[in-house]
């Protein structure tokens, strides 16, 4: 015998409230409290009830969500940005069979720009749109429309930068102290705890540099017998400023044996240096960060012996499916940062992952 199908009033007479009540808590309408919406939710999760989204978002007008990114332009980042927007655009051909509209506004230059196009999106998007996907930046006037946006009960996700202090849904972001860690123990293996470790350590000033650098080098002080030594070259955002120092020292320092890059944008200089200032006979190991076409080919040449990919494609990915959740089947995520975890990629695996990337699959 079929079990009986849990019906809205079924919610309702177990959670004591009306009707009405329970259709605002499970269709995220206002007039009622959160801690009361929340309550009722976990009240329908526990009876086994959910939506018919499918057969309801045939009925309702579209779901806009606004997705605020950098574009993929060419330098440092171009290889970071072009997964993130594959990614988004992977979510978003899923999420239009559902009547769910994803409205891009990418931008050029400096992070410094992000405010500016955020604004742009509240004045003109404002009362369209009911969620809304971006980084986040440590700057007044981007805090300030991040809560105007809140104000209107626009869901927000931040994707892979984080301002815990805004009251965002969620930030999905990679495990960065856990891809240092990662790379740590790779050239620990590599090496054998022999000579030196040249580390292309990125921008101190943005967090996920500074938390990657500190899980490399946690990893090295934790314990005794991983001790090496770690010699830290920051470029600012200047790659070619990075090839230089990382020539000289590869030239003038035979005690290195190991190099690490943090970042994608420092992989190719570090790349770079490697094969113009080593002299024949001499080798060293090498671990880089993402994986993209130039990255690829340094692997199949043994330039790189690794590299650690933290997945942006999807990052991006997740970020839309999270927010469609809430704003579709009223799921909340389990947790306010979502951490996408890192993995190791070297040539004995790279089809796969290159042609999942090749591909737009999502993983």
């Not at 919406?37 to 018919?52: L, P, Q």
């Not at 994803?102 to 009911?130: A, C, H, Q, R, W």
């Not at 440590?138 to 809140?150: A, M, N, Q």
Request: net charge positive; charged share 25%.
């Amino acid at each position: 015998m079929k079990s009986k199908k849990t019906t809205l009033k079924d919610i309702a007479a177990e959670a004591g409230v009306s009707l009405s009540t329970v259709h605002k808590a499970l269709y995220d309408k206002p007039g009622i409290s959160k801690r009361l919406k929340n309550e009722i939710i976990g009240i329908a999760d526990s009876m086994g009830y959910k939506a018919n989204f499918i057969a309801s978002s045939l009925k309702r007008k579209p779901i806009r969500i606004a997705f605020l990114m950098p574009l993929p332009d060419p330098g440092p980042y171009r290889c970071y940005y072009q997964d993130i927007w594959k990614g988004l655009r992977y979510f978003k051909a899923v999420a239009a069979e559902y009547n769910v509209e994803v409205l891009e506004f990418g931008f050029s230059g400096p992070m410094e720009t992000l405010p500016k196009k955020l604004k742009e999106i509240y004045e003109n998007y404002g009362d369209e749109i009911s969620g809304l996907i971006t980084t986040a930046a440590e700057h007044p006037t981007f805090s300030y429309f991040i809560d105007r946006f809140l104000k209107k009960k626009i869901a927000v996700v931040f994707l892979a930068a984080d301002l815990p202090k805004l009251d965002r849904l969620c930030c999905v972001r990679a495990q960065d102290t856990m891809a240092g860690q990662l790379a740590a123990e790779l050239v620990q293996n590599f090496t054998g705890l022999k000579g030196r470790v040249v580390v292309a350590a990125g921008d101190i000033l943005i967090a996920s540099h500074y938390a990657n650098i500190s899980g490399f080098e946690n990893y090295f002080s934790n314990e005794t017998d991983h001790r090496m030594d770690i010699l830290k070259v920051y470029d600012g955002g200047d790659q070619e400023r990075l090839y230089r120092d990382l020539c000289r020292l590869l030239k003038s320092d035979p005690e290195i044996t190991a190099l690490y890059s943090c970042s994608a944008r420092g992989t190719i200089p570090m790349c770079r240096a490697i094969t113009a200032s080593l002299p024949t006979g001499r080798t060293v190991k090498a671990v880089g960060c993402g994986l993209f076409k130039e990255s690829a080919e340094m692997l199949r040449k043994n330039v790189l012996q690794a590299v650690v990919f933290k997945d942006p494609f999807k990052m991006a990915y997740l970020s839309g499916q999270i927010l469609f959740d809430y704003l579709v089947k009223n799921e909340f995520p389990e947790s306010d940062t979502v951490f996408v975890t890192p993995v190791i990629v070297m040539k004995s695996n790279l089809s796969h992952y290159e042609n999942s990337l090749s591909f737009n699959k999502f993983r």
